[in-house]
């Protein structure tokens, strides 16, 4: 088993910046890729960013890539998700999530998720 907690949402006017965390305990955390979705109100839940099991890979949306970086800490137990130059269409529900190593993919099925942090953008 594998516990996510995330944490770091909230208001933020568009243009500004949040980061993300996303804190790992149970088993090997170093073992597993990462990835964040997020999930915005009456839409599907859509991969924003992922990072491999070694640190060495990550993957982004078309929509936020430039935008956000993903990055992990694996003493900290810790993944996290920079945004920048936030819009009011990145306002949703954000969870982290994790899948047996390999690579951070938004085509895995991830194992293990988180219960979310909101994140809300105004314009």
């Known amino acids: 088993q594998v516990q996510l907690v995330e944490s770091g949402g909230g208001l933020v006017q568009a243009g500004g910046s949040l980061r993300l965390s996303c804190a790992a305990s149970?088993?090997?955390?170093?073992?597993?890729?990462m990835g964040w979705f997020r999930q915005a109100p009456g839409k599907e839940r859509e991969f924003a960013a992922g990072?491999?099991?070694?640190?060495?890979?990550?993957d982004y949306a078309d929509s936020v890539k430039g935008r956000f970086t993903i990055s992990r800490d694996n003493d900290k137990n810790t993944i996290y998700l920079q945004m920048n130059s936030l819009k009011s269409e990145d306002t949703a529900v954000y969870y982290c999530?994790?899948?047996?190593?390999?690579?951070?993919?938004?085509?895995?099925?991830?194992?293990?998720w988180g219960q979310g942090t909101q994140v809300t953008v105004s314009s």
């Open positions: 990072i491999s099991w070694t640190g060495g890979s990550t």
């Open positions: 999530a994790a899948v047996l190593r390999g690579l951070g993919s938004p085509y895995r099925k991830y194992e293990y």
């Open positions: 149970g088993r090997t955390f170093r073992d597993y890729a």
